[in-house]
């Protein structure tokens, strides 16, 4: 069993960067491969990133709407994740979620474990 808490969302202006991050319970936290969506209003949730399961480090993979401006990054000492958002455009505004499972994958199904959310606003 994993609980994930998302934090560090808030507003921010077009071009800005925020970090998110993920801290979860838990001792095997780095045999989890992980992974961040996210959902705007009246869409479907989608991939963002994902990384592999590993003791350092870990293999990463990006939507291409966010490849070039997000890092995805896990730091398994800390029992934590996160997501460094760059280059932030109007259209990243959504619920961010982090979750976890046995495969780094785009497919939200493929993960075992989701936390509550963090929000974040892109103004124009």
């Known amino acids: 069993q994993v609980q994930l808490v998302e934090s560090g969302g808030g507003l921010v202006q077009a071009g800005g960067s925020l970090r998110l991050s993920c801290a979860a319970s838990?001792?095997?936290?780095?045999?989890?491969?992980l992974g961040w969506f996210r959902q705007a209003p009246g869409k479907e949730r989608e991939f963002v990133a994902s990384?592999?399961?590993?003791?350092?480090?870990?293999?990463?993979y990006y939507a291409n709407s966010v490849k070039g401006r997000f890092t995805i990054s896990r730091d398994n000492a800390k029992n934590t994740l996160y997501l460094q958002m760059n280059s932030l455009k109007p259209e990243d505004t959504a619920v961010y979620y982090c979750?976890?499972?046995?495969?780094?994958?785009?497919?939200?199904?493929?993960?075992?474990?989701w936390g509550q959310g963090t929000q974040v606003t892109v103004s124009s």
């Open positions: 838990g001792r095997t936290f780095s045999r989890y491969a």
């Open positions: 990384i592999s399961w590993s003791f350092i480090g870990g293999s990463t």
């Open positions: 979750a976890a499972g046995s495969e780094s994958t785009s497919l939200d199904r493929e993960y075992d474990f």
